[in-house]
């Protein structure tokens, strides 16, 4: 996303079962199945939130869409997780918005319908861990790297936090193995990203439930419509997710060599592998 982006971001949202239990009827037998995957995250549920969608397909630039390429990237980390027996949800699985769109609100439009509905995809999942996919863009394009974002805000906010390192530390990692000159930054908190008068606007997907004023993000700045609210709507309430959460920016696609790296399958999969491998070992599994 764009520097500016962010910032929306960080309005819209913005950064347990996996037993299915079946009945097989063989020879006139009733033959109940529980159809476990083998795997050390067994049992575990994560759902991966590919950033953007539809008519908002986040930064663009060098041929990289952010909407196609936080797609493709979820996709690899579920196929990894999934191989070592994880239940993984993807809040969208297509370039299409969400599904799940949650009852219909007024005063707001599909881009928040679009955030809420990552929410309530989440929630319903009864996930364990919730990790938004999303790769950075910035006016300077010498800018380059990648970030964990959580916030301070919920009470499982020291969960979110070791999430949040975990996963960009596995980046990191993988990332280097391949010869990736820049380590992510540390894990940052959404809470800090305050203005002058100190005051923040929590990411929709990782913040609490909140009210948020037309009034508080005209003084910051952000258009009001961008983040899907009406012209007409003074305030609006957003819901939460109920597990931790991280929302992690992936490079920069405003950077060419960033860019580049971001369009490349192994470089794309190295990225996957190391989300992966965060995520399993904040279930208390070993990385691959
Ligand atoms: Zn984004």
Known sequence: M???????????????FSIVTGLVILGGAVVSANFVAAGELSGRTVVLDPGHAG???????????????NLDIAQRVRTILEARGAHVVLTRNSEARPRDVPPEATGVTATFIDL????????????????????????????????A????????????????ALCIEGVNTALQEKGYPIRAREAMDDAQFVDAAGRGTPMFVLGPER???RAELVERG??????????DAPSWR???????????????????????????????YAIARGIADGIARFLGAPAS
């Open 149 to 164: 974002w959580y916030t301070s805000l919920r009470p499982f906010a020291a969960d979110s936090k070791r999430l949040a």
């Open 55 to 69: 008519d908002e397909p986040g930064a663009s630039a060098y041929g990289v869409i952010e909407r196609e390429s």
């Open 211 to 213: 009210d948020v004023s």
């Open 116 to 147: 809420q509905s990552r929410v309530a995809i989440a929630n319903a999942a009864r996930a364990d861990v919730f990790v938004s996919i999303h790769s950075n863009s910035y006016p300077d394009s010498s800018v380059r790297g990648g970030d």
């Open 238 to 268: 957003t819901s939460a997710t109920q597990m931790p959460g991280t929302l992690l920016e992936l490079l920069y696609i405003s950077n060419p060599d960033d860019a580049a790296l971001l369009k490349d399958e192994p470089t794309r």
């Open 222 to 231: 952000v258009n009001p419509a961008v983040v899907g609210i009406h012209p």
């Open 2 to 16: 764009t520097a500016l982006r962010r910032v929306l971001t960080l309005v819209a949202q913005h950064r347990m």
